[in-house]
């Protein structure tokens, strides 16, 4: 009897391990396009940077418009075969990339695989829940970030060796497709408890949108801004202004900065310290734009300086954000009844997603009609009215209001 206890306990059986692959080979495949895809624009299509901007936003916002409705439906019917189901579709437009000729058509697929994306993520996150033990939730969904992390760490960095390196881009599109087909392999190979269908209650607004979470949204989305402008442009931004070092390693520090933060940041807001930390984040991440877009300066004076501030920035960014991301969740569902929860983490995803749209958007326009380092200046700016707010009106909004 003591020995079936010890067993439900367990985090890591085969069906953790496999989801986590998945996972992980699932963002391994996005991540490794991320860099690439603005140069793909420009070098195949001759596409200008506010045309990317665009196209490379039509992903997010597809993915958003779905958010919502995939938490709807992965509660209300059997959630592996919807969570395959999107999986198999995401693989799929990585092959549709390889054949789209016209730009129409690499738009469609971009806005296909967007939707699939908005599901996939949300359904390996449920399934990863329903497969591991209450007792060990936290330390489990913590694995599961981190492997979302190790790609983020890993992905562009090889997507830009692969293109500096002068492969070409239709083999680029099949490393990303080889990574998903093997991820879905994984992933049907997880096996789910049963979970018998629920009757839900009407649809309303405060099932998609926690409405007290709205200052954070706000404050979280102009910090998600400058961070969208960075995982799309930087690469493009270190070429524009003449940094010859392997930007790949860019994404690679961020992710050591994200990682170290990530074990500390998450102990000192379960002591309860969360608007404290989320205002040290923020002055990290002020001052590491401002660094950014003072790079264009800096190479002028010192190729050397600027190609260890160009790095130093990358982990201070990892640092600050990898702080900020625990303490705004927990932010958001504090703010929430139980019953909410669900919403509140959609809330928080979705402010997210929001600023990085319109950074992608904004990124790509204001470098056409003027340069990258202006697009990480407005990004500077946006970070400081972000703290403004945070401090002037979230913090004390939100000690007003938490739940717990």
Not at 35 to 40: D, I, R
Not at 49 to 77: K, M, Q
Request: net charge positive; charged share 10%.
């Amino acid at each position: 009897m003591h020995q079936a206890a010890h067993y439900e306990d367990r985090l890591v059986t085969p069906s953790y391990c496999f989801i986590l692959a998945a996972n992980f080979l699932l963002y391994f495949g996005f991540w490794l396009l991320i860099p690439v895809l603005p140069f793909y624009l420009s070098e195949v299509f001759s596409a200008g940077n506010s045309t990317i901007g665009i196209i490379l936003s039509c992903y997010t916002v597809a993915a958003l418009c779905i958010r919502p409705f995939s938490g709807y439906f992965l509660d209300s019917f059997a959630r592996k075969p919807l969570y395959l189901m999107a999986y198999f579709i995401f693989m799929t437009m990585f092959a549709g990339y390889i054949i789209a000729g016209s730009l129409t058509l690499f738009i469609m697929f971009r806005i296909i695989q967007g939707v699939s994306f908005g599901m996939v993520t949300v359904g390996g996150n449920t399934v990863v829940i329903d497969i591991m033990p209450s007792s060990r939730r936290g330390e489990g969904l913590g694995y599961y970030g981190l492997s979302n992390n190790i790609a983020m760490a890993v992905g562009p960095m090889s997507g830009l060796f692969l293109h500096d390196a002068g492969v070409d881009y239709t083999t680029i599109f099949c490393c990303s497709l080889g990574s998903c087909i093997a991820g879905f392999v994984c992933a049907s190979l997880v096996k789910t408890p049963y979970k018998p269908p629920v009757r839900r209650e009407p649809i309303s607004l405060d099932r998609f949108i926690l409405l007290k979470g709205i200052p954070a949204g706000i404050s979280l989305l102009l910090l998600s801004i400058p961070y969208g402008m960075t995982t799309n442009y930087v690469a493009m931004y270190a070429k524009q202004i003449g940094i010859n070092a392997t930007t790949g390693f860019f994404f690679t520090f961020m992710a050591i900065g994200m990682a170290i933060s990530r074990i500390f940041s998450g102990k000192i807001v379960d002591r309860g310290k969360i608007t404290q930390v989320i205002s040290a984040g923020l002055y990290l991440v002020v001052f590491s734009f401002f660094l950014l877009s003072a790079c264009v300066y800096l190479i002028n004076w010192n190729n050397m300086l600027c190609t260890v501030v160009f790095f130093a920035v990358a982990l201070l960014l990892g640092v600050g954000f990898g702080i900020m991301f625990p303490a705004y969740n927990t932010l958001f569902v504090n703010l929430a009844p139980n019953s909410q929860r669900g919403t509140a983490t959609s809330t928080y995803l979705t402010s997210w997603d929001v600023g990085i749209g319109i950074g992608m958007l904004t990124g790509g326009y204001i470098a056409e009609v003027s340069t990258f380092d202006k697009a990480y200046l407005f990004g500077a700016c946006l970070t400081i009215v972000s703290m403004l707010y945070f401090n002037g009106k979230v913090a004390p909004h939100y000690h007003k209001n938490k739940l717990r």
